[in-house]
Every structure is written in structure tokens, then in C-alpha cells.
């Protein structure tokens, strides 16, 4: 096993020789095939430039995640194949996360991050449902109910309270 220092950190290579470890720290000088020299630093600062993404917040964060609910739940097409998916397990584990976080961010957000966090949940909530019975409705048949319920009951599952 080959074991390099650099800085601040140790390359320990099982697999490859001494001949294919390439320092990785920023500042490091390299040269390519052509023979031009560049360095790390450079790299990063051309990739950082040409991939400009938006910054990161909470409010962003949550669209995020709703988007990807709304893709499961068969809303929102793949970018790529323009189809839609839909898959209701990872769509309610998602919502769920979504709960997760206005649990443990009570007290934390502002205002409009709250009222954002609570809309989308009730939102996507009632869009999980409505698949469910979709489901229900091709399993069962139309004119068949599976039990019935009261009308307070029916505006959410148990576990969306």
C-alpha cells in the first residue's frame, strides 16, 4: 500500500501505483497532453463561473422537495423522457420529510417559511390521497367503497394529522 502526505491530509492508494496519485489541493500545477499548465484553483474558478447555481435557502429547499413529491406522485414528467412517473411510496416518504421538518423547525422559521412549509404539506397531502383512491378505485371497481368514513375523517389519513 503507497502512502503519500500533502497537505493536512494522507493519500493511501490500494489499488494504484505511485505514478497515478495526483496531489488534490487547491493551487496544485498540472500540465495536460498539449503541454499547457493550469492549476486546481483555475479549474474550480471556470467551473464555478460556468455552472452558477441559485443560492441555497430554506424556502428552495422545500420546493425541492415538493417537486420531487410531485414527480412521484406522477405530476411533474421526467425531464429527460418527458414521462411521467409515478411511484406512491417514495412520494409519501418525501411528504413525510416534509412533515419531519415542520416538526423540527418550529419556532425557527419566518413567517412566510412557515406558511410556505404548510401549504405545500396540505397540498401534496391531499394529492397523495387523491392517488390513493385512484387506486382503490381500479382495485375495487367504481361503485365499490372499501368502508365508509365520516366526513371529518376523510380529509386526510391518520398518519397526516
Known amino acids: 500500500m ?12 490500494k489499488d494504484l501505483g505511485a505514478q497515478n496519485e495526483k496531489p488534490n489541493h487547491p493551487g496544485h500545477t498540472s500540465t495536460d ?31 425541492s422537495l415538493s417537486s420531487s413529491a410531485l414527480y412521484l406522485l406522477g405530476d411533474i ?7 411521467t412517473q409515478r411511484n406512491l411510496t417514495l412520494a409519501k416518504q418525501t411528504i413525510d420529510i416534509l412533515g419531519l421538518l415542520k416538526e423540527k423547525t418550529v419556532g425557527n422559521l419566518t413567517r412566510e417559511e412557515s406558511q ?5 404539506l396540505y397540498d401534496l397531502r391531499m394529492r397523495y390521497v387523491d392517488e390513493l383512491k385512484k387506486d382503490a378505485h381500479r382495485t375495487f371497481g367504481h361503485g365499490n367503497t372499501c368502508h365508509s368514513r365520516s366526513r371529518k375523517s376523510q380529509s386526510a389519513p391518520q398518519n397526516y394529522r
Open 77 to 83: 414528467p421526467d425531464s429527460a423522457t418527458n414521462k
Open 2 to 13: 503507497e502512502e503519500k502526505q500533502g497537505d493536512g491530509f494522507t493519500f493511501k492508494d
Open 116 to 120: 410556505m412549509l404548510e401549504s405545500l
Open 33 to 63: 497532453s498539449a503541454g499547457s499548465k493550469s492549476t486546481t484553483t483555475d479549474k474550480i474558478g471556470s467551473e464555478q463561473r460556468t455552472s452558477q447555481l441559485p443560492e441555497i435557502s430554506f424556502a428552495s429547499f422545500i420546493i
